[in-house]
């Protein structure tokens, strides 16, 4: 099981950063991916990290503002978002794909955490 950490309320232009874990399942064999949904806004895939930490992907929304990683211990991966507006307001899940590659489409994803909330206000 997934489990996104980190969310909250902040003003435009502070930093979060996410982290998601599973103290179940070890990512060593998962690529992974950062994905939002907004009120009335389908789900959107906003950064995906592959297998060995050394391809990443960005929404063009975010490229230059976040960055994601994998953690040294395999189970755990971060977003590290920065100069955050209101329009990354957003429930943020992560999910995780097994193989190499991510895709950039959400049913390519098998495991999926709850999701943490993060409010960005003007």
């Known amino acids: 099981q997934l489990v996104e950490s980190g969310g909250g309320v902040v003003q435009a232009g502070d930093s979060l950063k996410l982290t998601c874990a599973d103290s179940g399942r070890a990512f060593s064999n998962y690529a992974m991916g950062w994905f939002r949904q907004a009120p009335g806004k389908e789900r959107e895939l906003v950064a995906a990290?592959?297998?060995?930490?050394?391809?990443?992907y960005y929404a063009n929304s975010v490229k230059g503002r976040f960055t994601v990683s994998r953690g040294n211990a395999k189970n755990t991966v971060y977003l590290q978002m920065n100069s955050l507006t209101v329009e990354d307001t957003a429930v943020y899940y992560c999910?995780?794909?097994?193989?190499?590659?991510?895709?950039?489409?959400?049913?390519?994803?098998?495991?999926w955490g709850q999701g943490t909330q993060v409010t960005v206000s003007s």
């Open positions: 999910a995780a794909r097994l193989g190499s590659y991510y895709y950039t489409r959400d049913y390519e994803y098998a495991f």
């Open positions: 990290i592959d297998l060995s930490g050394a391809t990443a």
